[in-house]
């Protein structure tokens, strides 16, 4: 063997053997792991869908035809229901246009059936999304809410979509909505919203009720009640996504400044 081939060889043995003790030494970021949490048996159960045949979803479809020709509210919803529980492709199109009905209820029914339904996957994430954006549920939080609830059971996670349910929340606005978005971020294992939850671990408080700046009594009334409201959810959602169950704000805010929280992403 001549001496440059034995050069050459050593070269390659010597590089393999440092760059697997910088694999070693370097520590990977984790993937992001669903963990138990004790607060999922105090959030509503997803509903349980069964996939119709086409003869079946044809009779429901029927129904709700009828049901919208009568522009009777209370029939219409009767008729959608089913569809809550029930999915086929070819609800999609009628649900759709339920879900910018003039009636609140109505939408919130449609949307919830939207978020059961499998096909096609694309389009309804993308009418879900612009269903934040519709001028008669900017200003209803139930309808937000449950908008946001069937993006989340949809596990449509797109950018625009992300950003828009994170500005809801930061609105401080809907509680129900906020609530949603909350499981949204935690059943969507979204570590950079952890920091974002908590804010919320625990009622806000002022910190100084003397302060000149320190906002009316009528301010943080608010700001338990939106609390209030989510704080399970927040709860589920910070466990479900670090396997954590801090009990304050401080241990939380400690914890994300740890190389364990790092090496899982949160930031």
Not at 46 to 56: A, S
Not at 147 to 158: A, H, N, P, V
Request: aromatic share 8%; proline share 5%; glycine share 4%.
């Amino acid at each position: 063997m001549s001496t440059t081939r034995s050069a050459l060889i050593a070269l390659c043995v010597f590089s393999l053997f440092t760059t697997a003790l910088v694999a070693k030494g370097k520590k990977k970021k984790e993937g992001p792991v669903r963990h138990e949490s004790r607060w999922a048996k105090k959030l509503d159960a997803d509903p349980e869908v069964k996939e119709l045949e086409k003869d079946e979803a044809k009779k429901l479809l029927a129904a709700l035809s009828k049901a919208v020709k009568t522009k009777d509210a209370n029939k219409i919803i009767a008729a959608a229901e089913p569809m809550i529980t029930k999915s086929h492709e070819t609800f999609f199109k009628d649900l759709a246009k339920l879900a910018k009905h003039r009636s609140g209820n109505v939408r919130i029914v449609a949307t919830k059936a939207l978020g059961s339904q499998k096909e096609p996957a694309k389009k309804i994430g993308s009418t879900l999304t612009g269903l934040l954006m519709y001028k008669p549920n900017k200003s209803y939080g139930p309808a937000l809410g449950m908008i946001i609830d069937s993006l989340r059971r949809q596990k449509f996670t797109r950018k625009p979509t992300v950003d828009e349910i994170e500005g809801i929340f930061k609105k401080q606005t809907h509680p129900k909505a906020m609530r949603a978005a909350a499981r949204y971020f935690g059943d969507n294992l979204m570590l950079d919203r952890v920091k974002l939850l908590v804010q919320w671990v625990e009622a806000p408080q002022p910190a100084s009720v003397n302060s000149p700046s320190n906002p009316p009594a009528s301010y943080w009334k608010r700001m338990w009640e939106i609390w209030n409201e989510m704080k399970e959810t927040v709860w589920y959602s910070l466990e479900t996504m670090t396997g954590k169950d801090f009990k304050t704000k401080r241990e939380w805010e400690q914890w994300c400044r740890s190389p364990e929280a790092k090496r899982m992403g949160v930031d």
